[in-house]
T-cell receptor, first 113, second 116 residues
């Protein structure tokens, strides 16, 4: 199994508060991704990173920011959480770009009240 | 526009029956990659297979098999002699060059329930 951890695994927060989710990998893979999973939508890409300090937007990036200061860590921040951001968030890694297989972390269940 | 369509939302079968999951994709690229992932009730996402657009050979892995047909833009997945442990949500996904970054687009998933 790919060495990917996510923290926290579960979080309940209130509308308007900032939230940061962390993804940590031990595989030294170049690419890291954040997805959200919602019923009926499969997984949708929020942001991804192709190297330290190199990030780009996915299809549902509004309301989210990311940072990658080290190869092994990719942070997802909700600056001011809203109820529409209640979801399960998955981190994924791959050696190279989307042509390569992505391996997923265990997920973080976020509830915004 | 939906790039990956999994028309079957839910499938329920009795153990030992075969089950086929449909996946239809849409792309203008000649080079692309297709994937299947499994999400069991525990929630993790498990990689099953990766196939590039130039390899149309069908693949078999134990009870799992995949039928890739470029002519119909389909990449269907069959579980033979299903077991209760096959109960999961299965996702088909497409990676295409697009703007050159090969982002992965997922279908909405098919929930398979295998009854004992």
């Amino acid at each position: 199994d790919a060495g990917i951890t996510q923290s926290p695994r579960h979080k309940v927060t209130e509308t308007g508060t900032p939230v940061t989710l962390r993804c940590h990998q031990t595989e030294n893979h170049r690419y890291m991704y954040w997805y959200r999973q919602d019923p009926g939508h499969g997984l949708r890409l929020i942001h991804y990173s192709y190297g330290v300090k190199d990030t780009d937007k996915g299809e549902v990036s509004d309301g989210y920011s990311v940072s990658r200061s080290k190869t092994e860590d990719f942070l997802l921040t909700l600056e001011s959480a809203t109820s529409s951001q209640t979801s399960v968030y998955f981190c994924a890694i791959s050696e190279s770009d989307g042509r390569d297989t992505q391996y997923f972390g265990p997920g973080t269940r976020l509830t915004v009240l | 526009a939906q790039k990956v369509t999994q028309a079957q939302t839910e499938i329920s079968v009795v153990e030992k029956e075969d089950v086929t999951l449909d996946c239809v994709y849409e792309t203008r690229d000649t080079t692309y990659y297709l994937f299947w992932y499994k999400q069991p009730p525990s929630g993790e996402l498990v990689f099953l297979i990766r196939r590039n657009s130039f390899d149309e050979q069908n693949e078999i892995s134990g009870r799992y098999s995949w039928n890739f047909q470029k002519s119909t833009s389909s990449f269907n997945f069959t579980i033979t002699a299903s077991q209760v442990v096959d109960s999961a949500v299965y996702f088909c996904a497409l990676s295409e060059a697009g703007r050159g970054d090969y982002k992965l687009s997922f279908g909405a998933g098919t929930t398979v329930t295998v009854r004992a």
